[in-house]
C-alpha cells in the first residue's frame, strides 16, 4: 500500500513540474510578449486597405517561417488565405487551426483614445474608470488586471500572439506538438469570410485534417478555460405587407384604406407567445435534449438573479430553463421594422407597406430551408397570399391579403459531441493542465461565418476561445486583460500537447 501512494504522489509531483515549466516559460518572455502584442495591433487591419492587410499577413508568416513552418499566401477571390503547416511526424493525426487576421471597422469619435489602432495600456481605478498608464510600465511589477485598448486587440491578434508563443516555448525546450499542425488565417472574417470560403473547392484537400480548432470568441464570464463544441447558423428573411397602391392622407382615408402596419403586427403576434416559444408549426420539431446533454449544460455555472440582472430583464423567455438550454433550440428575432415612409419626421399618412427583417438562429437538427419553409406556410396559414416580389395591381385587386416574403440563403448550424474523443481529450488535458475542469459549452448562440468550411471539410470542430468576455468585441474601447494573454499561452500549450 505504501509503494501504491508512493506512486501516486511521484506521479502528482511530475505533473507538477510538468506544469511548472509551462508557467516559467511564460513568465520569463511576457513582458516581450506584450510589446509584440502592441507591435502587432498597431497595424491596422481593415480589408478595405490591402497594403496593410499584406503588411499583417506578413507579420504573421514571417513568424512561422522561423518556426520552421511552410507558408503558403493561397490566392482568393480579394485579400490572399495565409496558410502554413508544418509535419511533426508523419504517423501522427493532423490538427487545422483557425484564426481571423482582420478587424472590425473602428469609430474614433466613441472611444476613449485618439485612434483606435494605437494601443493603450490601462488599469481601473478605485472608482471603477481606466486610466491610461506608461507603456514603461511594462519593464516593472504587472498587474494582470491591466487591460490593452485598441481595436483587434482581443478579436483575433491576442489568440493569434497566444499560438505564437505557445509554438515558441515548445520550440526552445525542444518539444513537439503532440500532432501536426496546419493553420489557417482568414483575411476577411468580419465581413463573412468570402475570401476564404472561395477557396474552399480549390483547396479543400489542402485544409484537409483529422480535428479543427477554431480559436475566436470571448471565455465563459467565469473566465476559466473554456471549449465550445457548436454553434448556431443563420437565416433571414423580410415579410412585407400591403396597404393601398400609393401612400393615403391618414384624415381622408383612415377607417377605409387598411393599414399594413396593424396586418403586420397581427401576423407577427401569432408567431410567438407570452413566454416566447415561436408557435409557427413544428419550429423546435427534432430537437431534443437527452439526459447526458442537459448534464453538460449544467456543469456551466449559472445564475439567473445575477445574469438577468445583468441585462437588466425581470424574467426570461421560457423556451429553455437555463441560459445554456436557451441556446439549444432555434430563435425567431424581429431585428427591424420599417414602413415605405423614409422621410425626415413624421407624417399623417396611411403607409404603402410595412416590412419587419427577420433572423432565425439555426441548430444542427434543422436545415434553414426547412424553417423558411415553416415560416412561409406559417404566412399561408394566417389567410395572406404569399408572394416572392410587389404585387401586381391584378393581385391587389384580387387578394386582400397580401405579403411579400424574402428569403436568404442559410448558414447552417455545426456541432460536436462534447463525449466524442477528441472534445473528451481536450477536456482531460486542460484538467491536468489547470487543475480544475474546463468550462464546456455545447452550443454557442451567435453564428461563425465559417460554417460553410466546417459542414464541407466534415471534421470533429471545436471552438477554444481565450479573451476576457468583457472585451468589447465590435463595440468602442475593444481590450484585452493582460491575464488573458497568459492564460491563453498556457491554453494553447495544453491544446498543443494533447495527446490524440
Keep these: 500500500m505504501k509503494s501504491f501512494f508512493s506512486l501516486i504522489l511521484f506521479a502528482a509531483c511530475a505533473w507538477g513540474h510538468a506544469q511548472d515549466w509551462m508557467d516559467m516559460a511564460i513568465e520569463s518572455g511576457f513582458r516581450e510578449t506584450l510589446k509584440e502584442h502592441r507591435a502587432f495591433v498597431s497595424m491596422a487591419n481593415l480589408p478595405k486597405d490591402r497594403a496593410l492587410m499584406l503588411q499583417n499577413i506578413n507579420w504573421v508568416e514571417a513568424h512561422y517561417k522561423k518556426m520552421g513552418y511552410r507558408t503558403h499566401q493561397l490566392a482568393s477571390s480579394s485579400l490572399p488565405i495565409l496558410f502554413c503547416e508544418k509535419v511533426y511526424d508523419a504517423g501522427l493525426p493532423t490538427v487545422l487551426f483557425y484564426f481571423h487576421i482582420d478587424g472590425q471597422p473602428a469609430d474614433a469619435t466613441n472611444w476613449d483614445q485618439e485612434d483606435p489602432f494605437v494601443p493603450v495600456l490601462k488599469e481601473q481605478d478605485a472608482d471603477g474608470a481606466w486610466q491610461t498608464l506608461d507603456w514603461a510600465r511594462l519593464d516593472g511589477a504587472l498587474d494582470m488586471d491591466w487591460r490593452i485598448y485598441a481595436r483587434a486587440a482581443a478579436d483575433d491578434k491576442a489568440p493569434i500572439l497566444m499560438f505564437i508563443k505557445a509554438l515558441q516555448i515548445l520550440e526552445a525546450k525542444n518539444k513537439k506538438p503532440r500532432f501536426n499542425v496546419k493553420v489557417i488565417f482568414d483575411p476577411e472574417e468580419e465581413y463573412g469570410s468570402s475570401a476564404l470560403l472561395s477557396t474552399i473547392g480549390q483547396y479543400k484537400s489542402t485544409y484537409a485534417a483529422d480535428y479543427f480548432v477554431v480559436m475566436d470568441g470571448p471565455m465563459h464570464d467565469s473566465n476559466r478555460p473554456t471549449l465550445t463544441f457548436g454553434c448556431r447558423g443563420i437565416a433571414t428573411c423580410a415579410i412585407t405587407t400591403y396597404g393601398s397602391a400609393l401612400p393615403q392622407h391618414s384624415g381622408h382615408f383612415g377607417n377605409y384604406v387598411p393599414n399594413p402596419v396593424f396586418g403586420l403586427a397581427q401576423l407577427l403576434g401569432g408567431m410567438k407567445d407570452a413566454n416566447g416559444k415561436v408557435q409557427i408549426k413544428d419550429y423546435y420539431k427534432g430537437v431534443h435534449l437527452a439526459a447526458k446533454d442537459r448534464e453538460i449544460l449544467e456543469t456551466v455555472p449559472y445564475d439567473a438573479a445575477v445574469f438577468n440582472r445583468k441585462l437588466g430583464i425581470a424574467k426570461a423567455e421560457s423556451v429553455g430553463s437555463t441560459y445554456q438550454e ?169 491544446v498543443l500537447q494533447t495527446k490524440l
Excluded at 399618412?349 to 406556410?377: F, H
Excluded at 459549452?441 to 465559417?450: A, E, H, K, L
Design 326 to 494: 436557451a441556446l439549444q433550440y432555434p430563435t425567431l428575432n424581429v431585428r427591424q421594422i420599417g414602413t415605405s415612409w423614409k422621410g425626415a419626421g413624421l407624417k399623417t399618412i396611411i403607409p404603402e407597406t410595412a416590412t419587419a427583417y427577420l433572423d432565425l438562429r439555426l441548430v444542427p437538427e434543422i436545415s434553414g430551408k426547412i424553417q423558411l419553409d415553416r415560416v412561409a406556410a406559417h404566412l399561408k396559414q394566417a389567410g395572406y397570399k404569399v408572394l416572392d416580389s410587389a404585387p401586381t395591381m391584378e393581385e391587389r385587386l384580387q387578394f386582400d391579403k397580401i405579403v411579400r416574403f424574402d428569403r436568404s440563403r442559410a448558414v447552417n448550424a455545426f456541432r460536436t459531441s462534447p463525449e466524442a474523443d477528441f472534445g473528451r481529450k481536450l477536456r482531460e488535458n486542460l484538467e491536468r493542465t489547470f487543475g480544475e475542469k474546463p468550462i464546456s459549452i455545447r452550443m454557442m448562440g451567435g453564428t461563425v461565418p465559417i460554417i460553410p468550411l466546417i459542414n464541407v471539410l466534415d471534421l470533429p470542430t471545436v471552438i477554444v476561445p481565450m479573451v476576457n468576455m468583457d472585451n468589447n468585441q465590435h463595440n468602442p474601447n475593444e481590450n484585452i486583460r493582460i491575464g488573458n494573454i497568459k492564460q491563453g499561452i498556457k491554453i494553447c500549450l495544453s
